[in-house]
């Protein structure tokens, strides 16, 4: 099998309902964001960020290829099938769980912070803010055209990834610098 298929050769492409569409379309917007924190992610496990938070983020990163899928599947016929490309109720709950558990570490949030600190802390930052940016690009197809999960489970996210940031940094000793 070749990685090119050259049917993206005119500027389309598929979407796993069969339809073709502009790869300017807002629903491919959308799934590359997640594509593109997804990556991040990736970028930020090669700074060993630590042993949990590196399985955090590989079991993240699993989610946000389910995620994609989803974006991608506007006719909701691929979770129907695939186990691994569905999100529930059960996996923000984990977010949640994981953004509980980090904060306890944590001193009490009492201004903004500066982005920055360690490498992996800073990139997490960054993470964060693609993060957002992909959650826009899914409320902007509209709230009947995105499992209301999906919207969830990326907006704990980016929080999750805020605190995370805020835990690889502590546990380096960095401390954080208040706007």
């Not at 949990?52 to 290829?65: E, G």
């Not at 996210?157 to 805020?166: G, K, M, P, W």
Request: glycine share 8%; aromatic share 6%; net charge negative.
């Amino acid at each position: 099998m070749r990685i090119y298929t050259k049917t993206g050769d005119r500027g389309d492409t598929g979407l796993f309902d069969g339809t073709r569409v502009s790869k300017a379309d807002p629903r491919v917007e959308a799934y590359g964001g997640v594509d593109e924190l997804n990556a991040w992610l990736g970028v930020i496990r090669s700074a060993e960020p630590g042993p949990d938070v590196d399985a955090l983020l590989m079991r993240i990163q699993r989610d946000l290829f389910a995620l994609g899928a989803m974006l991608a599947d506007p006719a909701h016929k691929i979770a129907s099938r695939v186990d691994k490309a569905a999100l529930d109720e059960d996996d923000v709950t984990r977010l949640e769980k994981a953004i509980d558990l980090f904060e306890a570490e944590l001193p009490a949030l009492r201004r903004f912070i500066l982005a920055g600190g360690t490498q992996a802390g800073a990139q997490l930052h960054l993470a964060r803010t693609v993060c957002r940016r992909a959650e826009r690009h899914m409320v902007a197809l509209g709230v009947d055209s995105v499992d209301l999960v999906a919207i969830t489970y990326i907006n704990r996210l980016s929080d999750l990834l805020f605190v995370i940031a805020r835990v690889v940094n502590h546990r380096a000793g960095v401390p954080e610098v208040e706007w």
